[in-house]
């Protein structure tokens, strides 16, 4: 069946421009996950998406990002005023739930974000 | 918080050697334990994981085991092959939905 789907693939954008990504997970799970990965490094949480609860921000980096999701479903990150240090790949992960200690996490393949 | 550690950073390997891969994490709550596999371009894909119930999994040629004392757990994989290169993840979570993964290993499998 389809996996999480990632779009674009490939972002570059200048220095104080706004960007927006766009996930669209697998069908019928109900819990989302947005990840960084910067170059050599793990994967740094951003926010979780449970259902119709509110999402848990504690992951971004600053007010600059923000996400929804529309309709329990398909999920946009922003980013405003975009820096150099925002490059990363930016990745969507979903899962069934309902318990997100042990349910897998499906990825995307990722948004290679590039600030020029 | 919890704060996940991945030992090598790199590691090479011929065709048919084993690798093996360690994790430390600092929650002693933790007690769910995944490893990802990401290849080139794609997103990392669950190829184990490990509950803290249990000492060792196995599958075909990979295994994971857990050592809650010592608060590490490690990948081994063994007849290592050259699609067995990538980059590998461990991870750890308390119990909530927030996973913390270690930086990542590249594993390089030479013919």
């Known amino acids: 069946g389809a996996g999480v789907s990632q779009s674009p693939s490939n972002k570059v954008t200048e220095k104080g421009k706004d960007v927006e990504l766009r996930c669209d997970p697998i069908?019928?799970?109900?819990?989302l996950y947005w990840y960084r990965q910067s170059l050599g490094q793990g994967l740094e949480f951003l926010i979780y998406f449970q259902g119709n609860s509110a999402p848990d921000k504690s992951g971004l980096p600053s007010d600059r990002f923000s996400a929804e999701r529309t309709g329990g479903s398909v999920s946009t990150l922003t980013i405003q005023r975009t820096q150099q240090e925002d490059s990363a790949v930016y990745l969507c992960?979903?899962?069934?739930?309902?318990?997100?200690?042990?349910?897998?996490?499906?990825f995307g393949p990722g948004t290679r974000l590039t600030v020029l | 918080g919890e704060n996940v550690e991945q030992h090598p950073s790199t590691l090479s390997v011929q065709e048919g050697d084993s690798a093996v891969i360690k994790c430390t994490y600092s929650d002693s709550a933790s007690n769910y334990f995944p490893w990802y596999k990401q290849e080139l371009g794609k997103g990392p894909q669950l190829i184990i994981d490990?509950?803290?119930?249990?000492g060792e999994k196995k599958d075909q040629r990979i295994a994971v085991t857990l050592n809650k004392t010592a608060k590490h757990f490690s990948l081994h994989i063994t007849e290592t092959q050259p699609e067995d290169s990538a980059v590998y993840f461990c991870a750890a979570n308390t119990g909530g939905f927030k996973t913390i993964f270690g930086a990542g290993t590249r594993l390089f499998v030479k013919a």
């Open positions: 069908s019928g799970h109900t819990a």
């Open positions: 992960a979903s899962s069934l739930a309902p318990i997100p200690s042990t349910d897998t996490q499906y």
């Open positions: 490990i509950r803290s119930n249990v």
